[in-house]
């Protein structure tokens, strides 16, 4: 199994890498008013029209400091392409499923619903996104 | 043949007898009214192909249903048998059942169980018996046999090869096999498209949906592109660049108007269905309809057509079951026991009408009322202050039906206020107008296309947004002084008298929270008047930048649920701006409510409180896009002017024209609008000029195309300090559009007298 990586508040995130289509650095971002927090904006990818996802947000991590840009992973979806956006890209990850495990009982909250385990690296654990829940954000939901 | 060549050969067939059908259905419903020999033959001969076609392809039941027609219509079309309601009806049965077996065909590969005896012994019936076979139509190996000496054992030949897989046509495997001259197949072929009629045309192909979808999507991407670099030329001033970027600007709007072209369709594909529905449904309620059309072939955009198929038809449905009586009280009321449906389509100011008329009872807005109260939709106090015009239009109202008996018709569940927002969803508006005993008539209006419209930029704090222009009215600026008194508060609702009339405002930057500068504390107020739902209101903006073509994209469902935004287009600077749903920031601000709130505006009254303003005015194009309008009463001549023929004066360009110097002015330098053509002396090419007389003498305006002729109330208002004032915004044919005050122009450009030509100096 192949997952790319990315990292978000320290934590080392990982998302099948059939899924990803491409990733691109920060780009021009036009705020939509009225819509939740999670959604970071729209940006203009070759013609397309992409809303992106802030994941940090999402998973009510604390917020990225001013002035770092982050990283746009550009996901396919039934509904077209979406982005989410992450502090720092890293390497393209092969594990095996003996490595996983699914999330002990002492996460909660929206972590649990979005993390669907972790495997287990030298030193360090790799969170498996699910990423349809991720993306599945209602711009209606309250900041 | 291979499977596959048989399913292509099938789909092929389906394609071209459903197309048959369609016209089958039209072809019967005329000869109710006129049984020309030509329609018969037309009916004759497209049933004929279907039998003959099917029969090749094996399906039996559905050449048995076929020939009995057509066993029908030789005698009718031989002049033998008159033409009765009982056979129209008989037929049309059997197209429905030839209908219903090709869907058979395309969803199982078979044509059904049923062989429909009834309905073949009902054709069967109804045939003279003397005359029961029909002479074949002329083929081109039959008329080779009689004229051209064939012998017809090599025709057989050739139709088995043709069997065989030949593709090629009957009168060139002859050719090939030396048994007749290609002169004599040639003098067949004619004598047979005589007989036939007008000739298949072969300078049309079909295409693939997809393909001309790819292709709008590529011209799309082009103008955006081409908005970019247009907008480059500009800031560079380098000629050298500007030129070509010209170019590119006048090829790329040509591409899109050519290839727009292609997926157009005439509306008359949606309305040949509606003689027949209307006879259905005439018959079943024991009504006379008599259906009129006129513009059957004004085109929209092919996914337009799709779109207002069902909104159409369900106002036709309506217009037969609650807009026509029945005979008998048509004829106490003095009218004629027929009832008349008129469909008419036109273009307009960039737009299509299209409007279903009826001359029937009308509605009778007293129990529109009535039944709104008693729905609970409005309350009493809210009717008595309702005008007419709103009073019709509660008939949108969701949970609003006034059929006293819900008939199987019109009581499917679907009222009218789905199909406004039918309608609405493609950026169109449905009104009403009724008089009581007269009848009624719904007027839709729809844009051309989806894909690529005309929009207003707005800035608003730090973003920008676009505004369609179908929904704009017109611009208005309030600065300084009058700040105070031109917007007034209704219990904290800001509201702007415009000709009299409350307008109610919305504040952009408040309705989608972006902050800023409360509206009561502002130096200068730009509003953009818009209209939703036949409602006005102001809608407040920090700048308005610019128009532009946009290029319409779909956004994520993640944000199109917001409601407010209709898509999102790419600006000339690569960023995304959003479009803004007019009627749902209309919604959302509640300035389009259920009921009536006191502020609305009926746009009866709109359209006379300005009427008597109409001006004549010429549309031009002044580059990059820019449209911008002169009075025609200003305009002497319109010319094409040889680049090479201008002259540099120490005043500028000019032109020797007709014994006097004529300035040249750039219209777009001029009025600050746009980007300026350059007038490039000395060079190959003509320039367009727009020559102009004011009190100072004549200047020609050098424009990039003339786009128009309108004539139309310019409800205006300026816009701040346009360039030189000079100019003001105004909406003409529904596109914003600077309006040139020409007299300002001749006064700073024409020469006056010692500039005048000096004739030769005669020795």
Request: with cysteine; glycine share 10%; aromatic share 2%.
């Amino acid at each position: 199994m192949q997952y790319g990586t990315f990292t978000l508040d320290g934590l080392l995130f990982g998302i099948e890498v059939s899924r990803i289509q491409e990733v691109i650095r920060a780009q021009q971002m036009t705020r939509v008013p009225l819509a939740a927090s999670v959604i970071g904006g729209l940006i203009n990818l070759r013609g397309e029209i992409v809303t992106a996802v802030d994941l940090r947000r999402r998973l009510e991590l604390p917020p990225r400091a001013d002035g770092v840009p982050p990283m746009n992973v550009v996901v396919r979806t039934r509904d077209g392409a979406v982005s989410l956006l992450v502090d720092e890209i890293g390497d393209v990850v092969e594990v095996s499923a003996d490595s996983f495990e699914e999330p002990p009982g002492t996460v909660s909250g929206v972590a649990l619903s979005l993390i669907r385990g972790a495997h287990k690296l030298d030193g360090r654990l790799l969170l498996v996104l699910d990423t349809d829940r991720a993306i599945h954000v209602s711009a209606l939901q309250p900041a | 043949m291979d499977d596959d060549m048989i399913d292509e050969v099938v789909g092929e067939f389906l394609v071209e007898s459903y197309e048959a059908l369609d016209q089958l259905d039209q072809d019967l419903l005329a000869l109710e009214d006129d049984a020309s020999p030509e329609t018969l033959a037309a009916i004759f001969r497209t049933m004929h192909t279907i039998k003959g076609t099917c029969g090749f392809l094996g399906f039996a039941h559905l050449e048995s249903v076929a020939h009995a027609a057509e066993n029908l219509l030789s005698p009718l079309r031989d002049g033998e048998l008159a033409v009765t309601p009982e056979i129209t009806t008989v037929l049309l049965s059997a197209v429905d059942a030839v209908r219903a077996m090709l869907v058979m065909i395309e969803r199982t590969g078979g044509d059904g169980e049923s062989e429909h005896p009834e309905l073949v012994a009902e054709l069967q019936r109804l045939q003279d018996p003397a005359e029961s076979t029909p002479p074949p139509p002329p083929r081109v190996g039959d008329l080779l046999v009689e004229k051209a000496g064939v012998r017809p054992e090599d025709v057989e030949l050739a139709i088995s090869e043709q069997a065989l897989g030949d593709e090629r046509p009957i009168g060139e495997i002859l050719v090939d096999h030396g048994v007749v001259a290609a002169e004599e197949v040639e003098a067949a072929l004619n004598t047979q498209s005589e007989h036939k009629g007008a000739a298949l045309s072969e300078s049309t192909i079909r295409v693939d949906v997809r393909l001309l979808d790819d292709l709008m999507n590529l011209v799309g991407e082009l103008v955006l592109a081409r908005n970019q670099i247009v907008q480059l030329s500009g800031a560079a001033d380098d000629e050298s660049l500007t030129v070509p970027a010209q170019r590119l600007n006048h090829i790329t709007t040509e591409l899109q108007e050519g290839v727009m072209r292609t997926r157009m369709q005439p509306i008359g594909n949606v309305w040949n269905k509606f003689p027949r529905v209307v006879r259905d449904l005439a018959h079943s309620f024991g009504k006379q309809v008599q259906i009129e059309m006129d513009g059957a072939d004004t085109e929209l955009d092919k996914t337009i057509v799709e779109a207002i198929k069902d909104p159409l038809t369900h106002l036709v449905r309506n217009s037969v079951d609650h807009g026509i009586e029945t005979p008998e009280q048509r004829r106490e009321r003095g009218k004629s026991p027929d009832g008349r449906l008129t469909l008419r389509a036109f273009h307009e100011g960039g737009q299509v009408i299209i409007e279903i008329a009826d001359d029937g009872a009308g509605i009778d807005v007293t129990r529109v009322g009535a039944k709104a109260v008693e729905r609970g939709l409005i309350t009493p106090d809210a009717l008595d202050s309702m005008s007419q015009r709103e009073l019709v239009n509660l008939i949108f109202l969701p949970g609003f039906s006034t059929a006293e008996v819900v008939t199987n018709v019109s009581g499917r569940g679907v009222g009218m206020d789905v199909v406004k927002t039918n309608i609405e969803r493609i950026g169109g508006t449905l009104d009403v107008t009724t008089e009581r005993g007269q009848g009624s008539t719904f007027r839709i209006k729809i844009p051309l296309t989806l894909a690529i419209i005309p929009a207003l930029v707005v800035g608003c704090g730090e973003e920008r947004f676009a505004i369609p222009q179908v929904s704009l009215l017109e611009l208005v600026r309030i600065d300084g002084a009058r700040l105070g008194t031109e917007i007034e508060w209704i219990h904290g609702a800001p509201v702007h008298r415009l000709r009299g009339r409350l307008l109610p405002v919305v504040d952009l930057a408040t309705e989608l929270q972006l902050g800023g500068v409360p509206l009561a504390e502002r130096p200068a107020v730009n509003m953009v008047v818009l209209q939703a739902d036949g409602r006005r209101f102001g809608l407040v903006v920090d700048e308005i930048t610019d128009t532009q073509e946009i290029v319409v994209k779909p956004l994520g469902t993640q944000v199109s649920e917001l409601g407010v935004f209709a898509g999102a287009t790419t600006m000339g600077d690569g960023r995304v701006a959003l479009i803004l749903d007019v009627l749902g920031l209309a919604q959302r601000a509640h300035i389009v409510t259920e009921g009536a709130d006191g502020l609305s505006d009926a746009v009866d009254e709109l359209g006379t409180d300005v009427a008597a303003e109409r001006d004549t005015v010429l549309v031009v194009d002044v580059g990059g896009g820019h449209r911008a309008a002169v009075a025609l009463s200003t305009v002497a001549r319109l010319e094409q002017l040889a680049c090479r023929d201008v002259e540099s004066s120490s005043q500028g360009p000019v032109v020797q024209y007709r014994g006097e110097l004529l300035p040249l002015v750039p219209l777009a330098a001029a009025a600050g609008i746009g980007t300026p053509t350059p007038i490039a002396r000395g060079e190959e090419g003509l320039l367009e000029v727009v020559v102009c007389s004011g009190p100072g003498g004549q200047i020609g305006l050098v424009v990039d195309r003339i786009v128009d002729i309108v004539e139309e109330n310019i409800s205006a208002s300026r816009t701040g300090d346009a360039a030189n004032g000079a100019t003001f915004v105004a909406v003409v044919g529904g596109q914003v559009t600077d309006v040139v005050d020409v007299d300002a122009l001749v006064g700073t450009h024409a020469h006056s007298r010692p500039y005048e030509l000096l004739a030769p100096v005669a020795g």
